[in-house]
């Protein structure tokens, strides 16, 4: 079990912008990490789309056996092990869950979706295609490497 959640921080009531901060939730079958815990907001549209890039290339990457997602602008955290069929994330030294990186993959594209989709973002705004673009770039990615169509 895997679990994202990417929350905004309001900024005193003005538009939402992508490059916005905010946190980021992970919720596994171990335990639980969230930026929240170390008082550490990121650049969270932006967080958002390298996370989901930098998932895919390491999936697809047989040879890369340890992946470090660090917020952009934050000092938050998380590894993630390849350990035979299925990947342990950790945040510093608490496992946080151990599962299948096509759960992984799928946890994180639905919360990243779900997130943008929420977030109102402008279609005008800086990180809108970025967004847009990976997560189109991702799913078609979900669908060949591991056969599965998204949400």
Request: overall charge negative; proline content about 3%.
């Amino acid at each position: 079990m895997i679990r994202f959640l990417f929350e905004s921080i309001p900024l005193d009531g003005g538009p939402i912008h992508g490059l916005d901060q905010g946190h980021i939730t992970v919720k596994g079958n171990l335990g639980t990490a969230s930026s929240r815990e170390i008082h550490s907001s990121m650049m969270i549209f932006v967080s958002a789309f390298t996370f989901l890039y930098e998932l895919q290339q390491y999936l697809e990457d047989a040879r890369a056996k340890i992946y470090c997602f660090t917020g952009v602008g934050s000092l938050f955290q998380l590894e993630f092990h390849k350990e035979g069929d299925e990947i342990a994330i950790r945040h510093g030294d608490q496992a946080v869950s151990i599962t299948h990186p096509r759960l992984i993959l799928q946890s994180l594209l639905n919360a990243v979706s779900e997130f943008s989709e929420a977030s109102g973002l402008p279609p005008d705004d800086v990180c809108y295609e970025d967004l847009r673009r990976t997560l189109s770039d991702v799913e078609r990615f979900n669908r060949t490497f591991f056969g599965v169509r998204g949400r």
